[in-house]
C-alpha cells in the first residue's frame, strides 16, 4: 500500500504562485510515476502533470497549463511537487496527488488539497 500527502493548497490571487507538496509512503517501489489531477465543481476530474519515478524523469502537461506549471520529483525525500505560476481563475479546483502503477493497476489517491484563486 502507499499513501500519498498533500499539502500547500491555498488562496490566492489571480497572477500569484502556489506549490503543492505530495509525500508518499509505503511500498514506493510499486509506483513509476506521480502526478497530480485537479477537479472542479461539476467538472470531471483531469489529469494536470505526471512525472516519471524511474530514470529520466519524463514529463507530461495538460494543455492548459504548459509554460504555466512545473512538475518535479525528490525521490530521496519520496515527495513531488507542483509549482503553479500565474494561477487564473479556472485553476480553482480541489488538487489530488496520484501514485500510477504498471499493468493498468488501480493508482493510488491522495485525500486532495483545495486551490482557489481570486480574480
Known amino acids: 500500500q502507499v499513501r500519498l500527502v498533500e499539502s500547500g493548497g491555498g488562496l490566492v490571487q489571480a497572477g500569484g504562485s502556489l506549490r503543492l507538496s505530495c509525500l508518499a509512503s509505503?511500498?514506493?517501489?510499486?509506483?513509476?510515476?506521480m502526478g497530480w489531477y485537479r477537479q472542479a465543481p461539476g467538472n470531471q476530474r483531469e489529469l494536470v502533470a505526471s512525472?516519471?519515478?524511474?530514470?529520466?524523469?519524463?514529463?507530461n502537461y495538460a494543455d492548459s497549463v504548459k509554460g504555466r506549471f512545473t512538475i518535479s520529483r525528490d525521490n530521496a525525500k519520496n515527495t513531488v511537487y507542483l509549482q503553479m505560476n500565474s494561477l487564473k481563475p479556472e485553476d480553482t479546483a480541489v488538487y489530488y496527488c496520484?501514485?500510477?502503477?504498471?499493468?493498468?493497476?488501480?493508482?493510488?489517491w491522495g485525500q486532495g488539497t483545495r486551490v482557489t484563486v481570486s480574480s
Open positions: 512525472i516519471a519515478i524511474t530514470m529520466g524523469g519524463s514529463t
Open positions: 509505503g511500498i514506493i517501489s510499486s509506483i513509476n510515476a
Open positions: 496520484v501514485g500510477l502503477r504498471p499493468y493498468s493497476q488501480s493508482p493510488y
